[in-house]
């Protein structure tokens, strides 16, 4: 079993609309949650970190973190074309001083559409 | 520097050849990671260093890789007799450790042909 995993898509979704990023990880200890964004041909960058149960809101985004079902999702609201990009989810399973390793999925590709 | 700088952006080299990559992290961050990226796959965790303590070495995928970090800076990864499907982006990650964000760098583009 992977450590995280995500569906591959493609999601493609109209301009304007919510996207929604789903997250599996196998580890219940795991600690801190990361969503990276990956435009085509680049290196991944951090969009959004969460490590509590609940919501976490920054701007358009969305984090949302439920560790009893070990699931994490990005919410991408009023989705823009720019948006289009592969999306990774990672985890750690420390927090604070030191991160340690971070288990990456394989991606969600989003395509946002005019 | 501003980012994390890798070298060099691309490295075509022959099959059995030795390659090395150079990464430069943030200035004081004392974590810097190693992965791997081939194409329309996801991120494959290679190795990580933090401050002093011994490197997580557990992602490299035989003893033809290594990686050292000189100074608690700068790292270098090794790939030695390289083969065909070494060909992948190598990307180095680097974070201060006490913070949650590790910036990437650019990558470099590794083709064993």
């Known amino acids: 079993q992977k450590e995280v995993e995500q569906n591959s898509g493609p999601l493609s979704v109209p301009e304007g609309a919510i996207a929604s990023l789903n997250c599996t990880y196998s580890?219940?200890?795991?600690?801190?949650f990361f969503w990276y964004r990956q435009y085509s041909g680049k290196s991944p960058e951090l969009i959004m970190f969460i490590y509590s149960n609940g919501d976490k809101e920054d701007g358009r985004f969305t984090a949302q973190l439920n560790k009893a079902s070990q699931y994490v999702s990005l919410l991408i609201r009023d989705s823009q074309p720019s948006d289009s990009a592969t999306y990774l989810c990672a985890v750690s399973k420390n927090r604070g001083s030191t991160l340690g390793r971070l288990y990456f999925g394989r991606g969600t590709q989003l395509t946002v559409w005019p | 520097g501003a980012g994390v700088s890798q070298s060099p952006s691309n490295k075509v080299t022959e099959k059995g050849k030795d390659v090395e990559l150079r990464c430069d992290p943030i200035?004081?961050?004392?974590?810097l990671y190693w992965y791997r990226q081939s194409l329309g796959q996801g991120l494959e965790f290679l190795i990580y260093f933090q401050g002093n303590s011994a490197p997580d070495k557990s992602g490299l995928p035989s003893d033809r890789f290594s990686a050292e970090r000189t100074g608690g800076s700068v790292s270098t990864l090794t790939i030695q007799r390289t083969q065909q499907e070494d060909s992948a982006v190598y990307l180095c990650?680097?974070?201060?450790?006490?913070?949650?964000?590790?910036?990437f760098g650019q990558g470099t583009r590794l083709t064993v042909v």
């Open positions: 200035s004081g961050h004392t974590a």
């Open positions: 990650a680097s974070s201060w450790g006490r913070t949650t964000e590790a910036f």
């Open positions: 580890d219940r200890g795991s600690q801190s």
